[in-house]
């Protein structure tokens, strides 16, 4: 099963968690990344936007979580911190993907964190460079 949130500010973070994250079963792992959409606003023009989501992936499903994000000292990692400590990662490590992980400028994944290795993996390339095999284990 897949839940994904109405993008919401980051203030209802938690208790947007606290209702989703018990249906997605034992969380494995936390993935921040970015990705572009492009939509149609008028007959002859087009807008571009760029994403950034937290994706939970459980036993059970994923969640996406928006409004939450890295890499600076404000409301958005803030918010991620929160959601990280009620996935079960500790507040040090928590602390350390909000606020000192850097955001790329690409799509793709910035960071993932693996919940039974305790393994926090940072990416400074798009994952359609990264070599093969790292492409998909990382699917």
Same mark, same amino acid.
């Given at each position: 099963?897949?839940?994904?949130?109405?993008?919401?500010? +980051?203030?209802?973070?938690?208790?947007?968690?606290?209702?989703?994250?018990?249906?997605?079963?034992?969380?494995?792992?936390?993935?921040?990344?970015?990705?572009?959409?492009?939509?149609? +606003?008028?007959?002859?023009?087009?807008?571009?936007?760029?994403?950034? &989501?937290?994706?939970?992936?459980?036993?059970?499903?994923?969640?996406?979580?928006?409004?939450? *994000?890295?890499?600076?000292?404000?409301?958005?990692?803030?918010? *991620?911190?929160?959601? *990280? &400590?009620?996935?079960?990662v500790s507040q040090?490590?928590?602390?350390?993907?909000?606020?000192?992980?850097?955001?790329?400028?690409?799509?793709?994944?910035?960071?993932e964190y693996?919940?039974?290795?305790?393994? *926090?993996?940072?990416?400074?390339?798009?994952?359609?460079?990264?070599?093969?095999?790292?492409?998909?284990?990382?699917?």
């Amino acid at each position: 099963m897949n839940y994904r949130t109405k993008t919401i500010a +980051s203030l209802g973070v938690e208790s947007r968690a606290q209702r989703n994250l018990p249906k997605i079963g034992m969380i494995l792992s936390i993935v921040g990344k970015r990705f572009t959409s492009t939509r149609k +606003s008028s007959a002859t023009t087009t807008s571009t936007t760029s994403h950034e &989501v937290v994706v939970i992936t459980g036993s059970r499903g994923k969640a996406t979580f928006s409004g939450v *994000l890295w890499g600076y000292s404000g409301q958005g990692p803030r918010a *991620l911190v929160k959601l *990280l &400590v009620l996935c079960g990662v500790s507040q040090d490590i928590a602390e350390q993907i909000a606020f000192n992980t850097p955001r790329n400028t690409f799509d793709g994944i910035d960071w993932e964190y693996f919940l039974d290795s305790q393994e *926090l993996h940072k990416y400074s390339r798009t994952v359609t460079q990264l070599p093969q095999n790292v492409v998909k284990s990382l699917s």
